[in-house]
């Protein structure tokens, strides 16, 4: 009967630390084509850092060479800013995102540094964890951790007091998880020196797993549901150019309201060198870009920043046609959709998927 030794293990350990985030990576990359989500960026190069780290580990151990071993410490370190990274692009703590960033940036370069000044001489216990090593890394996982902790418990209180779907509770709570099953087999790892690469598993996991939630529940990812109501284009003689509902069963009087109250404003009030803006109407948040002859309005239950560069990008679209109209155009409304319509689907394809 063949047994399986530890470094069989091992070794199949880092294999697979090399291999699920790499699956991650692929996940969130079809996530950042999908939503167009700039934070997904950044899950892409964790996943892709935390793969590498994996490959040469499991590599250094294979051949049993030290500086394979070595840029893998590094990766990990990378890492770690990543995640922190990550998570401050999507969530605002008390401590100043800079401050966080600058100290975590010091914690990088002392670990990276001190692993490349380490003397050659020493074993592979004394190389991987000499004591500037140790203060490099374990700050690094300290603000690494108090963001996380700070961002789920944040996460968690909002979705409970904004009775939003539970379904957006998934997201920091497999964070959590991740963070303190890591922690506790750390812990282990001191006490009863069971072997390091363990305490990985956990972590490892929990990220990977953030990657297939957020490419099919991507509001999670800002605790807020995506339900944008309503699209029309108005000209500044109140004139419907173009519209579309995102849902069914909307109310009517709802929308004409929203619209009326937006133009009254147009008409009366705002500079037309207004940029984009998000007014209140009835609980609704109304996203308006103004332009000199016309307004273009989304109507959402909830804010969304995404919206925001959507929208943005659908006006810029969208404004070479319209802009081109005579002022007191009357033309044929069915041809101008059919212009539009093109342009909407390709800027606004994600709605769909996002509202089941």
């Not at 850092?49 to 990990?76: D, H, Q, T, W």
């Not at 995640?83 to 960033?101: D, H, M, V």
């Not at 619209?259 to 207004?274: E, H, M, R």
Request: aromatic share 14%; hydrophobic share 50%; with cysteine.
């Amino acid at each position: 009967m063949t047994t399986i030794s530890l470094r069989e293990i091992e070794l199949g350990i880092w294999l697979t630390i090399a291999i699920i985030p790499f699956v991650g990576s692929l996940l969130s990359a079809k996530g950042y084509k999908k939503w167009q989500i700039k934070p997904y960026l950044l899950l892409i190069l964790m996943n892709v850092f935390m793969s590498l780290y994996g490959m040469l580990y499991f590599i250094g151990r294979l051949i049993n060479n030290v500086e394979f071993i070595m840029a893998g410490f590094v990766c990990v370190n990378v890492v770690l800013m990543l995640n922190t990274s990550f998570i401050l692009s999507i969530y605002s703590p008390r401590i100043p995102k800079l401050i966080l960033i600058q100290i975590q940036i010091i914690f990088l370069i002392l670990s990276i540094h001190a692993t490349f000044s380490t003397p050659p001489q020493l074993s592979d216990e004394q190389m991987l964890f000499p004591i500037m090593e140790k203060i490099g890394m374990i700050g690094g996982l300290f603000i690494f951790f108090i963001t996380i902790i700070g961002y789920s418990v944040f996460s968690l209180k909002k979705v409970k007091k904004r009775n939003l779907p539970k379904k957006l509770n998934i997201f920091p709570i497999t964070l959590l998880i991740g963070i303190f099953s890591t922690l506790i087999l750390y812990l282990l790892v001191i006490l009863i020196n069971i072997p390091l690469f363990f305490a990985l598993i956990p972590g490892l996991l929990s990220f990977s797993l953030v990657a297939f939630i957020l490419l099919f529940i991507p509001s999670s990812l800002f605790i807020t549901p995506i339900e944008p109501l309503h699209l029309a284009i108005i000209s500044h003689t109140g004139k419907t150019l173009f519209s579309r509902n995102f849902q069914q069963d909307i109310k009517d009087e709802v929308i004409h309201g929203a619209i009326s109250a937006i133009n009254v404003i147009f008409q009366k009030y705002l500079d037309p060198k207004s940029q984009l803006k998000q007014l209140l109407f009835e609980n609704l948040v109304c996203y308006v870009e103004f332009r000199p002859h016309y307004f273009i309005i989304l109507i959402d239950r909830y804010y969304f920043k995404q919206m925001e560069s959507t929208l943005r990008q659908f006006v810029s679209s969208v404004d070479p046609i319209i802009s081109n109209l005579p002022s007191d155009w009357d033309g044929d409304l069915l041809s101008l959709g059919s212009d539009i319509l093109p342009i909407f689907e390709q800027n606004f394809k994600f709605i769909p998927e996002m509202l089941r």
